[in-house]
């Protein structure tokens, strides 16, 4: 795993940093400030909850307290890191000390109080707010993200089997869910991306129905969407599972948001823009009369952060590009009587796209249990 090794993650964190450099608007700040910890962790590796990066054309700085300096030398390579008791007041020093007068900060991810507190302790410095400067090279993920995320899928695949003899009527939801984040972390997760939906029955309308204490019946339909975290990224998926004697109007939704599901992800190649793709699968939901039972977003991008750019939505501005990730997830929620979501990883490709949870199957007849 190339993100297990500092030494071959380096060469990946480097080009990052050249990729950020180069979208940094350098017209406007002499340094860019990075304090969004999982932008600092994609710009150098370093995994710790104290650290801010300073960019500048031509150099990199890590700041981090006493807490983290070991994990830093070991964890970060190629950029100069400093010990310091307060984080700002060192990023002050150093634009001082480099006769750096204009500094970029991240305003999305700065709080009024945040932003008090750096006036004070950069006197003398101007904070110009920044957006999405980091954000906007995360959309593209390179080869070490994208083998940290195909294992993070392939870890649900592989807990697949499991998660269908858990299914079975009398078990409760949250029962489900201890069980199948055990099973997510003896192989290898960090622990679950977020927390886990297991709904089961009428429950299944709650398009974010967290695993309750409710026991799943025969007739229902459980709808399944977990991930697995590890090396700082996140994998997402859902799937869900029909009992026997389940009823015909849920077999008919499920049909209706597989062939959602389906369709976007065929419409999926570079150049495509992602309201396109949400178009696709809502227009195929609204002619089968379920338009206003699908009331979110077709995906969103997955990484760092679980939810991340891009949307694909009605009002997604992006296009697909190569190398970004994200899921399509259509859903139809019937209030009263239960729901389906099917919702995979996709991978953008010079050509079209690939499926990196391909293997789970989605077919109804494989959703059936017995
Ligand atoms: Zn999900
Ligand atoms: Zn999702």
């Not at 710790?48 to 960019?55: D, E, H, I, K, Q």
């Not at 009527?169 to 199948?180: Q, S, T, W």
């Not at 991340?308 to 009587?337: D, N």
């Amino acid at each position: 795993m190339i993100l297990h090794d500092p030494r071959k993650a380096a060469p990946y964190m480097e080009k990052r940093r050249v990729e950020t450099i180069r979208r940094a608007d350098w017209a406007s700040y002499d340094a860019l400030m990075v304090t969004n910890l999982k932008n600092v962790r994609y710009l150098t590796g370093f995994s710790g909850t104290a650290g801010v990066v300073a960019l500048t054309q031509s150099e990199a700085w890590l700041i981090t307290d006493f807490r983290y300096t070991t994990q830093a030398s070991e964890q970060v390579i190629g950029v100069k890191v400093e010990e310091a008791k307060d984080l700002l007041a060192a990023m002050g020093a150093i634009a001082s000390r480099m006769g750096m007068k204009r500094i970029g900060f991240e305003a999305d991810h700065v709080t009024v109080s945040n932003l008090q507190e750096m006036e004070k302790k950069m006197e003398g410095a101007q904070l110009v707010p920044t957006s999405a400067v980091v954000e906007a090279a995360r959309l593209v993920k390179d080869e070490a993200e994208m083998e940290a995320m195909d294992r993070l899928v392939d870890l649900l695949e592989e807990s697949m089997g499991y998660a269908r003899s858990l299914m079975r009527p009398g078990a409760l939801e949250r029962d489900i869910a201890i069980e199948l984040e055990t099973a997510m972390r003896k192989r290898g997760a960090d622990g679950s991306a977020f927390e886990m939906i297991v709904a089961s029955g009428a429950r299944g309308a709650l398009p974010h129905g967290v695993a309750s204490a409710k026991a799943v019946e025969e007739g229902e339909a459980v709808t399944l969407d977990w991930g697995a975290r590890g090396w700082g990224y996140h994998s997402d998926n859902t799937r869900t599972f029909l009992q026997r004697g389940v009823s015909d109007k849920i077999k008919e939704i499920y049909k209706v948001t597989l062939e959602a599901n389906e369709a976007a992800i065929e419409a999926v190649r570079p150049g495509v823009s992602l309201a396109q793709v949400d178009h696709v699968a809502r227009s195929l939901i609204t002619r089968a009369g379920y338009g206003e039972y699908f009331g979110h977003g077709t995906g969103h991008g997955v990484g760092l952060d679980i939810h991340e750019a891009p949307k694909v939505s009605s009002a997604s501005q992006e296009e697909a590009r190569p190398g970004m990730v994200f899921t399509i997830e259509p859903g139809i929620y019937l209030p009263g009587q239960g729901g389906v979501r099917i919702e995979d990883m996709i991978f953008v490709t010079e050509k079209g796209c690939r499926v990196m949870s391909q293997r789970i199957d989605k077919s109804m007849e494989s959703m059936m249990l017995d």
